[in-house]
């Protein structure tokens, strides 16, 4: 099973910055397709941004104000959040799945848009 540790979370100001990490301990992170989800409390977990084994990307967000991206090299995924919102408060979690349909999750990493 692929772990998957995520890094970055924090607390922002509304219209700030922030880059989530998730690192893959796998050999095989190449063919993973590698997702972001994020949960706020009293809600549903939900999809934020995908990025497929060939970079075909997807993010939910309208205003493009999110961006995912991975360096294989590193087996690290990115999540480039900017002109934060409030609605943005979750907890955001990185999720890996393989050819075959497994997947794992990470512990999640908590991100605060206050001010």
């Known amino acids: 099973q692929v772990q998957l540790v995520e890094s970055g979370g924090g607390w922002v100001q509304p219209g700030g910055s922030l880059r989530l990490s998730c690192v893959a301990s796998?050999?095989?992170?190449?063919?993973?397709?590698m997702s972001w989800f994020r949960q706020a409390p009293g809600k549903e977990r939900e999809l934020v941004a995908r990025?497929?084994?060939?970079?075909?990307t997807w993010t939910f967000d309208e205003e493009r104000r999110f961006d995912v991206s991975r360096d294989n090299n590193k087996n690290t995924v990115y999540l480039d959040m900017k002109r934060l919102k409030y609605e943005d408060t979750a907890v955001y979690y990185c999720h890996s799945k393989d050819f075959y349909g497994g997947g794992s999750w990470g512990q999640g990493t908590q991100v605060t848009v206050s001010s």
């Open positions: 796998t050999t095989i992170f190449s063919s993973l397709t």
């Open positions: 990025i497929t084994n060939i970079n075909n």
